[in-house]
């Protein structure tokens, strides 16, 4: 069965401080992993990655992704209380190659900074 | 605010009424989706369309029927829900979702969606 899984579910921390979030996959036809952020309404997207070792990053926020081990982190350092939100990892693949492609999402991880 | 808009934003139906949500993206995007998401939980896929095509549906009830009246809308057309069926339905669209492609999906406010 396809799936997304990321830990951990939810986080509280404090201003300042870093965080690791994790996120896992198991799907045929991989094609791209996806982070998204929520707070009230719509995920907002984050970073799009495809290849394995390459980080990403936008401000204190990164990412990578590693294809062998099925595995993505996203950290965020020198956190706000701005970041708290729910961070969505969401797999890109194709249930049936060359045919439609869809996107599932992970359980999302609740973060909660503290001032 | 978001290149995706949806309308409307809120909305409260008997069971026995027929209404329709809306999308809209002017992005050129050629993929457009529904998911459905319930209170802390993550979004659920529904249907998606590719080319004004239904590619994916995600084995979604009857009551609930998608439409692409063409690459720039989506709607989806509600009938006979259910109180378990509420919850905040969002749109999004991508550049395209074939093997040949890589396009973040880029999402709408949702409508909030309430059944009584």
């Known amino acids: 069965e396809d799936k997304v899984v990321q830990s951990p579910l939810s986080l509280v921390v404090h201003e300042g401080d870093t965080v690791t979030l994790n996120c896992s996959y198991e799907?045929?036809?991989?094609?791209?992993l996806l982070w998204y952020k929520q707070e009230k309404k719509a995920p907002t997207f984050l970073f799009m990655l495809?290849?394995?070792?390459i980080e990403k990053k936008s401000g204190r926020l990164s990412s990578i992704l590693d294809k062998k081990e099925l595995f993505s982190i996203l950290n965020i350092t020198a956190t706000q209380t701005g970041d708290s939100a729910i961070y969505l990892c969401?797999?890109?693949?194709?249930?049936?190659?060359?045919?439609?492609?869809?996107?599932?999402f992970g359980q999302g991880t609740e973060l909660s900074v503290k001032p | 605010d978001t290149e995706v808009t949806q309308t409307p934003k809120h909305l409260v139906m008997g069971m026995t009424n027929k209404k329709s949500l809306k999308c809209e993206q002017h992005?050129?995007?050629?993929?457009m989706y529904w998911y459905k998401q319930k209170a802390k939980k993550p979004p659920e896929l529904m249907f998606v369309?590719?080319?004004?095509?239904?590619?994916i549906n995600e084995s979604v009830p009857s009551r609930f029927s998608p439409e692409c009246p063409n690459s720039s809308l989506l709607n989806l057309h509600l009938h006979a829900l259910q109180p378990e069926d509420s919850a905040l339905y969002l749109c999004?669209?991508?550049?395209?979702?074939?093997?040949?492609?890589?396009?973040?999906?880029?999402f709408g406010n949702g409508t909030r969606l309430t059944v009584t």
């Open positions: 992005m050129g995007h050629r993929a």
């Open positions: 799907v045929t036809n991989f094609r791209s």
């Open positions: 495809t290849s394995s070792g």
């Open positions: 969401a797999v890109f693949f194709f249930p049936i190659y060359n045919q439609g492609g869809k996107l599932i």
């Open positions: 999004a669209s991508s550049q395209e979702s074939g093997v040949g492609y890589n396009s973040p999906l880029h």
């Open positions: 369309y590719s080319y004004e095509k239904l590619s």
